[in-house]
């Protein structure tokens, strides 16, 4: 049909993560960009290489291939995906979510033996992140960050003091490095 909407339902990534997770943060659901690229936080606007890369002291975490960044969060014991499995939404507003199936955030959480805890990107994220694991989450630290996206509307380094709180979970420079060098087969 002329001018209709191409389908809106939209789809969560699989779970970034291996059974040396200790640190999980969970987005939204892919915006756009994202999901064109079949990469998590694509859009050259969101901050969230910059943001981790600090944490993690790799400043030069942006120009790395994809495949790369993703080893290198795996070393320093971090997993990525998001608290919303599919949900309708035009456009790559959290706003915009409609009618959302939510992940099962408490089954990978059972599948992460090291996990220490588990960070929101974002509001959104957050509030359905409650919903699915209710009040109770063990010994798991639950933070919420701010959003990465640029629809929050913060200065970067407003952020990156926000983010640094998940410095203590991520696994150290030194010991990330042999992880990369001794893979676990």
Known sequence: MPGAEPSARKRAFDPVVDGDTRLLILGSLPGEASLKAGQYYA????????????VIGRLDLTGQPYAERLDILKAHGIGLWDVIAEAERIGSLDTAIRLPRLADLKGLIAALPRLEAIAFNGGKAAREGARVLGPETGNLVRLTLLSSSPAMARPIAWKANDWAVLRPFARPADVARDHM????T
């Open 181 to 184: 060098s001794h893979p676990k």
């Open 43 to 54: 859009h050259p606007q969101n901050g969230f290489w910059r943001l981790i890369g600090g």
